[in-house]
């Protein structure tokens, strides 16, 4: 890859891919020598830096509404860290490009069946390589200085690293803990032989949250995602306080608690259970379980 | 109220209220001539005029990876439009204070046993006639012309109204379902006795939102909280396409597939289950759990 400074003067705008003004992340499609990539930009929240400062910082007001003791204003600040995160994917697939595209999603129903005809051959079908990044790090050859921990028990180790979008803050603490083994997809391969694992983890992760920012077991939301974005196990680690980090809404994040507790209840659990999870429109599965449900309707 | 550029060079930084910084929301109190004053920034989103350009008006990158086809950095970029959304309410009340103040939240597990020693206790304790306003609904004294769809089955009977939080519109429909029996006070009292009752709210809401808004069952998440907010059954039905509906999120949200199909897997499972839940530090369910903690340690 070239470095990101070329890439950014490079690039060809072509179209925004989506944009979630809420939380002010951007997503653009373009071309760099006839290729597809992917920026996304975003705002960086206010640093504690900076935090003092903005009041006496604010200039070039404009939009200004006044009624009794409320004002609004639209505004500039002079910040004394970087306004934005950016990131880039170069050279895009198709489907990184409809990963970031806005378009409805569903929630489907995995009955154990539907897994098995659907999206077990799904999951087969993936080029291996799109996790070799997911082995660089495993393997110590990308990334083995951002590393916050390393347990090399071939059974229940694992890595624990920021995750990408983390700003470093404890407030909005998130990290990944990817498993060292390569025989579990997601969800639906735990059963009570890997609770060593998960019970590792948990408690690994917990100590070191607590050991560098004072953060408590109660204060940590720890969870596995349905459908996992790529199939190697891994589980977040957020603090409670990001209350809207990304991806911990229900029917795609199962906490990490009640996923031991319910290998505990019932070991076959996750082998018998309807797993809801929200997929796109133009994601290959949600097409997939579209073209099943259509052949049913035909039939009846 | 002065200028707003005034009170800007005026404000006297005291604290930070709140700060999500996911949305890049912030607010802070201070104070001007011996009054509070409170202060809210938040970033404004990438506008049409910026966003074609934005590639080529980064700079100053710093924090750099690099990952096989990803990259990631922290820049700044000019923009043409204003960065920062300004408010200001002055003087502000304690009550605009208290607002505005972030709680900590604490990720509670939920045992059985603990569930019987304090959840049940607190439960009990409560004033029945805080929810004299679900009984005003169910018995048509209150809100009658808000009620969508009513079914008086004294066992597997509900009313529809829609949540106080929706805005009328298809993509973001927000419903509570209300059941008529007033013997089930969350998840812990559900057995494979209310799946009748369960199915029924399914199927009834999913039709009418099709009937209604043509959203189809898989373009819809029904859910239910734990801890629910005042302890009488309800389902909360709103749009998959809602993705940062409040209160879905892993951990207060049970998704009502998720329920049905833990009901059918084991009868109990309710009853066995360790349920987490969130909850604010002031709350008196958090201190009744820090005390029972406090105890245990002190034994120690």
Redesign the interface.
Known sequence: ?SS??T???E?R?ER?LS?D????L?F?L?QINGENCI?S?E????TDED??????Q?H???D?T?N??????????TTV????????????TDLHIRKYEQQ??????ETPELFKMITWPYIQSLDPSRI??VY??LEGK??AE?VIYRDTDPKTGFVILPD?KW?G?K??LYWVVIAARDDIYSLRSLTPDHLDLLKNIRQRACQLAEEKFGLKQ????L?VHYQPSYYHFHVHVTA???????G????????L??VI??LQ??AD?YQ???L?F?VGERHPLCIAYQAQEDGIERQE
């Open positions: 890859m990101i400074d890439i950014l003067q690039f705008f925004v944009h003004t809420r939380t002010k951007l653009v373009g920026l930009f705002k960086s929240q206010y935090i003092p400062q903005l009041a006496c604010t070039g007001l404009t200004i006044q009794d003791i409320y004002g609004w204003a639209s505004a500039r600040i860290n970087p306004d934005t995160r950016v990131k880039i994917i170069y050279p895009a409805a999603r569903f929630l489907i129903q070799q990044w660089n790090i990308s990334e951002r990408m700003d803050s407030e909005s109660k204060q940590l939301r969870f409670v306080s990001f209350a809207d980090a990304p911990v809404v229900a029917g795609q994040a199962h906490l608690d009640t507790d319910n209840l019932m659990y018998r259970a309807t809801p929200v």
